[in-house]
Antibody, heavy 124, light 107 residues
Framework: QVQLVESGGGVVQPGGSLRLSCAAS????????MQWVRQAPGKGLEWVAF????????DYADSMKGRFTIARENSKNTLYLQMNSLTVEDTAVYYC?????????????????WGQGTLVTVSS | DIQMTQSPSTLSASVGDRVTITCRAS??????LAWYQQKSGKAPNLLIY???SLQTGVPSRFSASGSGTEFTLTISSLQPDDFATYYC?????????FGQGTKVEIK
């Protein structure tokens, strides 16, 4: 069965950096696009970043561009999110999400499996 | 970005009730819409994709419809396990956006 296990969350000061990891199993990781989605405490879901199955294409939410970097290591079945210049507004649970292809040409994606999330707290 | 608006924000219902949640997109997204269920403290779970296709393993009391800008999620007979928050999400573009959520509470 599909498993996505995030790690790397914790408490960091404003302006600091953190790298999240997501270990994937139960599917052929190198065949699938992957996403990060976050949820601030008591709030709704917010898409963060997407990476294509081969790492050749990446997209970011506007508020994360230039600060966050999504990456993957297919040989290790692992997804990453490097987060820099963190602010208190980045405090959230960060979910690793598997993307499923859809659309007439297979270039649209919905989110079919989610990890349990890792909490990032930005606080002084 | 495409804005997604759900209504109502909160819904109070009883076990056995028929429940409908509405989701509106700020522009047409064809049928590129998904619905997720999130229970307190847990990750979201995919219920519906392509506006009306039931994800494997999801009970048949869940159904959904719509296209363009207006969509609905219906639970035909609410069960105790269904009390949760529901989110719609458009995937028409590479800037995925969610509705603000609808919390289904026990009446």
């Amino acid at each position: 069965q599909v498993q996505l296990v995030e790690s790397g969350g914790g408490v960091v000061q404003p302006g600091g950096s953190l790298r999240l990891s997501c270990a994937a199993s139960g599917f052929i990781f190198s065949n699938y696009g992957m996403q990060w989605v976050r949820q601030a405490p008591g709030k709704g879901l917010e898409w963060v970043a997407f990476i294509r199955y081969d790492g050749g294409s990446k997209d970011y939410a506007d508020s994360m561009k230039g600060r966050f970097t999504i990456a993957r290591e297919n040989s290790k079945n692992t997804l990453y999110l490097q987060m820099n210049s963190l602010t208190v507004e980045d405090t959230a649970v960060y979910y690793c999400v598997k993307a499923k292809r859809d659309g007439p040409t297979g270039d649209l994606y919905y989110f079919d499996y989610w990890g349990q999330g890792t909490l990032v707290t930005v606080s002084s | 970005d495409i804005q997604m608006t759900q209504s109502p924000s909160t819904l109070s219902a009883s076990v056995g009730d028929r429940v409908t949640i509405t989701c509106r997109a700020s522009q047409s997204i064809s049928t590129w819409l998904a619905w997720y269920q999130q229970k307190s403290g847990k990750a979201p779970n995919l219920l519906i994709y392509r506006a009306s296709s039931l994800q494997t393993g999801v009970p048949s009391r869940f159904s959904a419809s719509g296209s363009g800008t207006e969509f609905t999620l219906t639970i035909s007979s609410l069960q105790p396990d269904d009390f949760a928050t529901y989110y719609c999400q458009q995937y028409n573009t590479y800037s995925w956006t969610f509705g603000q959520g609808t919390k289904v509470e026990i009446k």
